[in-house]
């Protein structure tokens, strides 16, 4: 299974990036996928998270900017964001709660992108 992450880039305070985030291999079932982020010198956040029936879920700092979806067909995820900050700035990481089958039977577990950098500059 992997992960591959695309979309990022330099862009101005108050512009927009769309993130994709496309999963391939051997995939039974996706769950979960979200989109993370780690800015230098501090830890991995959460940012959001979308469901396989849609339901999504967002930090605070992002509400009313930017925006989760996935394409179950293309088992892709996406993260639109909208009037970017200089403290959006960061490597952001998708992520995916998958199931596989394997010779034992199903087996669950996390798989992450190879991050891709966003910097917003002021």
């Known amino acids: 299974v992997q992960l591959q992450a695309s979309g990022g880039g330099l862009v101005q305070a108050g512009g927009s990036l769309r993130l994709s985030c496309a999963t391939s291999?051997?995939?039974?079932?996706?769950?979960?996928m979200g989109w993370y982020r780690q800015a230098p010198g501090k830890r991995r956040e959460l940012v959001a998270s979308?469901?396989?029936?849609?339901?999504?879920n967002y930090v605070d700092s992002v509400k009313g900017r930017f925006t989760i979806s996935r394409d179950n067909a293309k088992n892709t995820v996406y993260l639109q964001m909208n009037n970017l900050k200089p403290e959006d700035t960061a490597v952001y990481y998708c992520n995916a709660d998958i199931t596989i089958l394997t010779i034992r039977g199903l087996a669950g577990s996390k798989y992450w992108g190879q991050g891709t950098l966003v910097t917003v500059s002021s």
């Open positions: 979308v469901t396989n029936d849609a339901n999504t």
């Open positions: 291999g051997s995939i039974f079932r996706i769950n979960v």
